[in-house]
């Protein structure tokens, strides 16, 4: 069996850029994580931006793309605000613009409702009797959750949560 080490060594251009398009249809990709993944197989300096750049020419890689799939899918899904979807997008190494573009593609009416959701169950599970408490823990708990905190405010008023 051979470790990823030894595969890294016999893969060419040609070879790389097939599994690179593979990797990329599987799921979006970054730029930054395609990049990873073709030096962790080998592939460095002039091989490796000729590679980018095919993949970015024949639309395997886009990163507005990316961006827009990153987001609706860590909101609708994950149920995250926009503040800790903004940091897994700096972490993806999206640039800003884009990461922006993508963060209010989000709708705001479905965004708050999203947040009053989260309040009202997160609300129902918690069993601190203390009111000032209860509060305090669900800013808290929505906080962790990526949401702005005037919001949660917002959101814990419409919800007779306060």
């Not at 030096?39 to 507005?64: A, Y």
């Not at 997160?122 to 069993?127: E, F, N, R, T, V």
């Not at 906080?143 to 959101?155: K, N, P, S, V, Y």
């Amino acid at each position: 069996m051979k470790s990823g080490k030894d595969e890294a060594r016999i893969l060419d251009k040609k070879q790389a850029l097939a599994k690179a398009e593979s990797f990329c249809v599987y799921q979006e990709r970054s730029q930054k994580e395609v990049r990873y993944k073709l030096v962790e197989w080998g592939i460095r300096g002039d091989e490796l931006e000729e590679i980018l750049s095919e993949l970015i020419m024949n639309n395997f890689l886009n990163e507005e793309r990316f961006a827009n799939s990153y987001t609706s899918g860590k909101f609708n899904i994950k149920k995250w605000g926009r503040i800790k979807i903004k940091q897994g997008l700096k972490l993806k190494g999206v640039p800003d613009k884009m990461m922006n573009k993508a963060l209010y593609s989000i709708d705001d009416d479905d965004y708050m409702q999203t947040l009053e959701n989260l309040a009202l169950k997160k609300a129902s599970s918690l069993g601190e009797n203390n009111p000032l408490k209860r509060k305090m823990k669900l800013i808290s708990y929505l906080q962790t959750r990526g949401f702005e905190t005037d919001l949660i405010l917002l959101a814990l008023k419409a919800s007779n949560l306060n």
